[in-house]
């Protein structure tokens, strides 16, 4: 056996020769692998982000971009999964719907672990009852609503996945009969009124309500018909998870998606996209309201009369919430 104090020197980041082969390597990767787009990509979506942040406060002390008076506590939660780099986006997002809202939302933001104290003063300067769950709440939360054996896939998911969090612990108010579930890289440009009554009518049934997506995403983690097979459930392909209108999950929700992972395979339970297509097979189960084609996800064109637009995470689609999205909701350009 190899003693010791010579064991994996040459992988250790303290070692010269590891920290020369890993600068080498991005040098290779962005020079000869096509690695600069990615580079020149994140560079802009930089320098569009402080743009935005600075507009931010431009806005706020010229009086245009006033605070939001949200509610303490509501029988209706918007809830945002976000972290130190998407505060900016969140924030616009936030604030674009919650002035249509009419004082009947309450903010709360799902820390991903880098949220930081003056990533807190940011948002409260804007929405002064905003509220925040960090992960150790949560994961109390969860631990005890969720116990033994029935939820034991369903408590792994929530630990081992990124939206884990905004799929269960967005549930675990006791206040709220609704949830908004919004990402940070959604707009509204006008009253989301369709969106808006889904809210405020009292709800009989269990359906969800979201923007209606024409790209068939649940192909990238198996072939629809394999989903279903598995699972014993029509899935709506064309639900998008940027903005979902979803009656607070119970027992019969809960059992419903610990059901769904214990028949996903192990590949599907790890995937990137796992919570937007457990969300689509409730819609399948539950029903499904998808907003009118007001309600747009992005694409190279969109309708100049759309209510509201999500900016998916793609080099074609993201850049665009800065560089047209911003303009339109507030008359300034990067």
């Not at 096509?34 to 507009?55: F, I, M, Q, T």
């Not at 034991?152 to 996945?161: Q, Y």
């Not at 209606?212 to 990238?220: A, G, L, Q, T």
């Not at 998008?240 to 996903?264: H, S, T, W």
Request: hydrophobic share 40%; with cysteine; aromatic share 12%.
């Amino acid at each position: 056996m190899e003693p010791l104090n010579t064991m994996n020197t040459t992988d250790s980041p303290q070692n010269p020769l590891y920290t020369i082969r890993k600068k080498l390597g991005y040098a290779k990767y962005v020079l000869l692998d096509g690695g600069h787009r990615e580079v020149r990509y994140n560079w802009r979506l930089k320098r569009l982000n402080r743009w935005a942040s600075n507009l931010l406060d431009q806005l706020a002390s010229e009086g245009v971009l006033n605070p939001i008076d949200s509610p303490v506590e509501s029988d209706i939660e918007v809830h945002m999964l976000c972290g130190h780099s998407y505060v900016t986006m969140g924030i616009w997002s936030l604030w674009s719907l919650l002035r249509w809202a009419d004082g009947k939302m309450t903010p709360v933001i799902h820390s991903d672990g880098s949220i930081t104290p003056e990533d807190v003063l940011r948002f409260r300067k804007f929405f002064g009852h905003v509220r925040f769950i960090w992960p150790e709440d949560a994961q109390g939360w969860v631990e005890q609503r969720l116990v033994g054996s029935e939820f034991e896939f369903l408590r792994s998911f929530f630990h081992t996945n990124f939206f884990g969090s905004r799929l269960v612990a967005s549930h675990m108010s006791e206040r709220a009969r609704l949830v908004v579930a919004l990402d940070s890289d959604v707009l509204f440009f006008d009253r989301p009124t369709e969106m808006i009554e889904q809210c405020l009518v009292p709800h009989q049934s269990l359906a969800l309500t979201s923007f209606r997506d024409e790209f068939d995403w649940v192909s990238v983690l198996a072939p629809v018909n394999e989903f279903e097979a598995r699972c014993g459930i029509r899935i709506e392909c064309g639900f998008n998870c940027g903005m979902v209108v979803i009656p607070k999950f119970g027992d019969e929700q809960f059992r419903f998606l610990e059901r769904m992972l214990r028949a996903y395979t192990p590949e599907w339970r790890a995937h990137y996209f796992a919570e937007q297509s457990l969300m689509a097979l409730m819609a399948g189960e539950f029903g499904w309201h998808p907003l009118s084609p007001l309600y747009q996800i992005g694409q190279p064109t969109n309708s100049p009369d759309a209510i509201a637009i999500h900016y998916v995470s793609n080099q074609a689609v993201r850049p665009r919430f800065f560089s047209e999205g911003l303009p339109r909701l507030v008359g300034r350009r990067p």
